[in-house]
């Protein structure tokens, strides 16, 4: 019975990544008609890729306006050369605008096979419908709208998503030092993917943690000892036991012994930054980090958003505002601090003001920017979407969310730049680790993403302008 099931949902697979991959072939495929010519980003990518193609890898063929590491350049010359020698293609043909994006084509379909793997690694299998909900949750996650659509350009998305996944399911499996071998490749397509490497060590600490935990537990309960009362009373018993953890000496060399691949390359990280003068390479004037804490916020939006079947219901509404009632004093200290936050840490980005080929630079000029109230009138909605995220993770340990949450806070508010490219990565890693929602919530969330995609592709193929100074043709995009 076991072995028919396993078959049966290795045919599902088949079929799932068979179909998807078709229908981004003839995506593509009307990608490469309509943009003969590199598009946005595209227009520093492209013609470096094509550089080191060509074999010109020195640092005066650097183009000083990117600011990514050369990851992606490197894989697509890995990619394409081999169809010059094998079938003997000439550099213009292996070298073009279509063989590099197509590139990212390949990526997307390693990402199919990566969310397999990782939820059949991540989720419990001990349910007979869950290899359905396993494929429909790959499915669903593969066309993720804002990642999806990066499939058919030449930007790092697919790469970025590919290399980090992969070094999160190595880590899963207990394979550290492949992990952090990918999570360096992962480095080299954008550096801010160190932040998921050490995701991966905090999964191992947050696992030792949570056995010591209940061992702890279970001490406790046999010995009878009395309880803290009070609020916070379980903050305080974490926070005692996390500082008893941290002073004993063993524990560190076990923690250490177990992590040293991703310490190694965190000291990589920090060498490169110290040599290099900051994370950024080439231009830095539009890069600056700093504290923009309502980036927060807006991803539990987007969140909230691109989850809404399973993060938004009437009953966790209801829920919602019986938990604000019962806990209305932290709730409003809670309220004034994103006030607070929101007052004196928004940052408006130049690029999103200036940009009006991509979607966030509407959310901004007609949600935010029509009214000054309005980011501070939407505070309560983010608190909702906060709590609902925080909620629907609340079967993983009270460690691996400490750790998935400071590496969502490294990786998102330092951005000064409002931009969701750079929430596909934590969202991602989010939607992976919450519970297998029901089929039918799947087929909805499937079926709305589609209808996303079918409106992002259309605008974007045929919805075109032109701005009043130039010629080229601009398109909406993500």
Not at 85 to 99: K, N, P
Not at 352 to 377: C, E, M, P, S
């Amino acid at each position: 019975m076991g072995a028919g099931m396993a078959q049966l949902e290795g045919y599902y697979f088949s079929a799932a990544l068979s179909c998807t991959f078709l229908i981004s072939c003839l995506l593509f495929s009307a990608f490469s008609r309509a943009l003969r010519e590199p598009y946005m980003d595209e227009i520093f990518h492209l013609p470096q890729a094509q550089r080191y193609c060509e074999g010109h890898f020195s640092l005066s063929q650097w183009d000083p306006m990117i600011t990514t590491l050369p990851g992606l350049y490197l894989v697509s010359v890995g990619v394409v050369k081999p169809a010059h020698w094998i079938f003997g293609w000439s550099e213009h043909v292996v070298c073009s605008i279509g063989m590099l994006r197509f590139v990212n084509l390949l990526f997307s379909v390693g990402n199919f096979y990566l969310l397999y793997l990782l939820f059949r690694k991540v989720q419990p299998r001990n349910k007979a419908a869950s290899s359905v909900q396993r494929i429909l949750s790959t499915l669903t996650l593969a066309v993720f709208p804002t990642l999806y659509f990066f499939n058919f350009l030449y930007y790092t998305e697919a790469g970025s998503m590919f290399f980090t996944l992969f070094a999160y399911l190595m880590c899963l499996y207990g394979n550290h030092k492949t992990s952090a071998l990918l999570g360096f490749c992962g480095f080299m397509f954008r550096q801010t993917n160190i932040i998921w490497a050490v995701f991966c060590a905090g999964n191992v600490i947050a696992q030792k943690l949570t056995e010591a935990w209940k061992t702890e537990l279970q001490k406790k309960k046999e010995e009878r000892l009395p309880s803290i009362k009070g609020p916070f009373s379980e903050f305080r018993k974490i926070l005692r036991f996390l500082l008893a953890y941290s002073v004993s000496f063993k524990n560190l060399t076990m923690l250490v012994l177990l992590t040293w691949p991703y310490i190694l390359l965190v000291f990589v990280f920090c060498a490169f930054v110290l040599v290099n003068g900051g994370i950024v390479v080439g231009d830095r004037s539009s890069h600056e980090a700093c504290l923009h804490f309502p980036q927060l916020f807006y991803f539990f939006s987007f969140t909230l958003f691109f989850s809404f079947p399973h993060l938004l219901s009437l009953g966790k509404i209801k829920t919602f505002l019986c938990l604000v009632w019962k806990r209305r004093i932290q709730f409003f200290m809670i309220t004034l601090v994103s006030l607070f936050l929101v007052w004196k840490f928004t940052y408006v980005h130049k690029y999103l003001l200036a940009d009006n080929r991509h979607y966030t630079f509407y959310v901004w000029k007609r949600v935010f920017q029509r009214y000054g109230i309005v980011k501070y009138l939407l505070v309560p909605g983010y608190i909702f979407a906060g709590w609902s995220v925080t909620d629907s993770l609340k079967s993983k340990s009270i460690f691996w969310n400490l750790m998935f949450f400071i590496c969502l806070f490294m990786v998102t508010v330092p951005q000064k730049l409002l931009e969701f490219r750079y929430f596909i990565l934590p969202y991602v890693i989010y939607r992976l680790n919450i519970p297998l929602p029901p089929t039918s919530k799947l087929l909805y969330e499937l079926g709305c993403y589609a209808v996303v995609n079918f409106l992002t592709f259309y605008i974007f193929l045929n919805k075109t302008f032109q701005w009043p100074n130039s010629q080229d043709i601009q398109r909406f995009m993500w």
